[in-house]
């Protein structure tokens, strides 16, 4: 449809390169939470898990249904879940997935949690101007659901994880207008265009792709290292590499810098696009149908972007 | 690395440019294929294979295959 829409302006190399064949838009009439609430309905029909059991939610999005109350409090009830659980909204892009699971992972250890219900979403697409061909062929909208548990006496676990942030680069992804520095005007929806012919404005998603691949580049295989190092691994010990799926482009350098073998480094655009916080799970889900994730392998997963915001972990699964 | 090579590892990336097609002077910007993907092709190439950040200001003052060359490490 876009390669039909967009023949004239993207060559096919382009969509080639950026790796997405179809992607998924959300019904722009219904809040961005829905995929996250629509995920965890899922979750619980497929693995016959009991609302009863959860002891706290966590909703990554940058997507809230109201200024006040909070997205996760909305959810809670809607999920029907207990009344003595903890909630938690995280406003987190690329980067929210593997910032959650240290969260969840966090408070089961300190807090004593039992188990942890994780839910993204992502509707980004409400956001990106019709115009903008560079974003309309990346990104697609997701929701996932994890249950994230304890087990005692297991070698399975979410490991040490490594932190990054640079919030000088945060207008580099950016949605100007529309929250507290500045309500959406008639000023926010003046098109603007940049040296390449996408239209944007101050109301819809403006990304600086240059600058992101730069940053992803320099900063990603860095935090491969550092995480690798921390965990006391090297590459050889790590089955698979699940990195965040921004576009297979972008990816390819990573994992070109990094010096990954391709049969290691993980694929997952495709038929989704980037689908921003709900990237990760949705590959792992993926992987593991496919059989590359089993018991006993060991995943590497790092989340990045908007922020700057960049975070890593290793699961042994 | 001399111009011919460069040019002729630039044509390898910009896989809509047959080779020989790219010469010293040629404006970039002016080729069919010129779009947000070749540039962020080009950022990639430098810093990849020779090392070099290339910011998004200083691709836009650059206007011909030379003037990337110029971005190369001396």
Request: with cysteine; net charge negative.
């Amino acid at each position: 449809m876009l390669m039909q829409e967009f023949g004239d302006k993207v060559s096919p190399t382009v969509f080639e390169k950026v790796g997405v064949k179809e992607r998924h838009i959300s019904d722009t009439a219904q809040p961005g939470s829905l995929l996250a609430l629509q995920a965890a309905e899922k979750l619980f029909a497929e693995h016959s898990i009991e609302r009863n059991e959860i002891d706290a939610l966590i909703y990554c999005s940058f997507h809230h249904d109201y200024i006040i109350p909070s997205t996760s409090c909305v959810l809670q009830h809607k999920l029907g879940l207990n009344e003595n659980i903890a909630t938690y909204d995280l406003t987190f892009g690329c980067s929210g997935y593997v910032y959650a699971l240290s969260l969840a992972k966090s408070i089961i250890q300190s807090l004593g949690f039992k188990k942890v219900m994780l839910l993204t979403s992502t509707a980004l697409t409400k956001f990106i101007h019709p115009h903008d061909h560079a974003s309309r062929i990346i990104f697609g909208d997701a929701g996932s659901a994890t249950l994230v548990g304890q087990e005692e006496n297991t070698e399975k676990g979410i490991r040490d994880f490594v932190f990054g942030t640079d919030g000088s680069g945060f207008e580099k992804i950016i949605i100007r207008h529309g929250a507290d520095s500045k309500k959406v005007s008639e000023e926010s929806l003046l098109e603007k265009k940049d040296e390449y012919g996408n239209v944007y404005s101050d109301a819809h998603l403006f990304m600086d792709g240059q600058g992101v691949l730069t940053f992803t580049m320099k900063k990603i295989p860095v935090l491969i290292d550092d995480t690798l190092r921390k965990n006391n691994l090297s590459k050889s010990d790590i089955d698979l590499f699940v990195l965040h799926q921004a576009n297979n482009f972008m990816n390819e350098q990573v994992r070109k810098i990094a010096g990954i073998e391709k049969e290691k480094f993980y694929s997952h655009i495709e038929n989704y696009g980037n689908t921003v916080q709900a990237s990760i799970p949705i590959a792992l889900k993926a992987a593991i149908a496919e059989g590359k994730i089993k018991s006993g392998s060991k995943i590497f997963v790092a989340g990045f972007g908007v922020g700057l915001s960049w975070c890593a972990t290793v699961i042994n699964f | 690395m001399t111009i011919e090579e460069f040019i002729s590892r630039i044509e390898s990336v910009f896989e809509d440019e047959q080779p020989g097609s790219l010469q010293p002077d040629t404006e970039f910007r002016n080729l069919e294929s010129w779009s947000s993907m070749y540039a962020l092709i080009i950022v990639a190439l430098f810093e990849t294979d020779f090392k070099t950040t290339v910011t998004g200001d200083q691709l836009r003052k650059c206007n011909t295959v030379q003037d990337l060359y110029q971005l190369l490490p001396k």
